[in-house]
């Protein structure tokens, strides 16, 4: 197994998906706690957008999709629903359907068409560049560490969600701008690697099946990580040994923890019970 890390392209996909992994999942507990699970499919919809339409006016995509994303993440953090009969996932599934829309029409256009619908729905993990990796490890680092220093005040926040305050939020609150900034350009260098439906497992599987495992708040966000990490290393290595899309497979491997997950907690609750 080390002899196939050995190979450049494969250590390489293997360190984009760990580095991906660690950040989305933890900005995922976020994510998750505020109920707004769409909001990354959203963002990643909207990011590849851009480089559709910089595509289509044949410009360097990098600049366009970064742009693209950050006003969709400005714009996204003004929603505050307060008619009851909504919710905030209505609006936000909506906005991802209108960008994966736009995103089909344009690359409708493109001679490659279903290929690059493809790249941008799994993206490409093989091919990422070492420079790639560079800027989203120093990117990921210092929304990592951004988030570490002011933890109280993301966690703060996400709580008066999870309880339904947002009513003491107001119009526009400064540190939910910044999560929505933070996890914007998370997305929009991700999505460039890993493609839509992989960077929308990192930030909702491992958050999800961390939950199932324990209540503490602490806990959650280390388990969360680890499934990420787990789950990318699986799924390149299976990518490999069996010739599957390395995106698809971590997915799958995130799949497979997600039903572990589920069956520990039907097995601790049945035990509680009796």
């Known amino acids: 197994m080390s002899e196939l890390f050995n190979q450049a392209f494969i250590f390489s996909a293997l360190k984009v ?13 976020h994510v998750v706690g505020r109920g707004i699970v769409f909001v990354d499919l959203a963002l990643g919809q909207i990011s590849m957008l851009g480089v559709a339409f910089a595509n289509y006016l044949e410009q360097d995509p990098t600049v366009i999709a970064i742009v693209f994303t950050m006003v969709g993440a400005f714009l996204l953090s003004f929603i505050n629903v307060k008619d009851k009969r909504l919710k905030q996932e209505a609006i936000i599934g909506i906005v991802y359907a209108v960008a994966s829309a736009a995103t089909v029409l344009l690359i409708s256009k493109a001679p490659h068409g279903e290929s690059d619908i493809s790249e941008v729905l799994f993206g490409s993990l093989f091919t990422v560049t070492a420079k790639q990796i560079v800027i989203m490890a120093v990117v990921f680092g210092l929304i990592g560490l951004g988030h570490g220093i002011f933890r109280k005040r993301f966690f703060e926040l996400t709580e008066k969600f999870e309880n339904h305050e947002m009513e003491h939020i107001g119009v526009f609150n400064f540190w939910n701008f910044l999560f929505y900034l933070s996890i914007g350009l998370a ?10 439906i992989p960077v929308f497992s990192y930030i909702v599987v491992p958050p999800v099946a961390a939950i199932l495992l324990t209540r503490k708040k602490g806990g959650l966000v280390v388990i969360a990580m680890l499934i990420s990490l787990i789950s990318s290393f699986l799924g390149i290595y299976f990518s490999v040994h069996f010739d599957f899309p390395a995106g698809s497979s971590v997915v799958a491997m995130l799949g497979v923890v997600f039903i572990l997950a589920a069956a520990v907690r039907l097995v601790k609750g049945n035990n509680q019970e009796k």
Do not use: D, P
């Open 187 to 196: 997305i929009v260098l991700a999505v460039r690697a890993g493609g839509v």
């Open 17 to 29: 998906s760990i580095i991906m992994g660690l950040l989305l999942s933890y900005l995922g507990v």
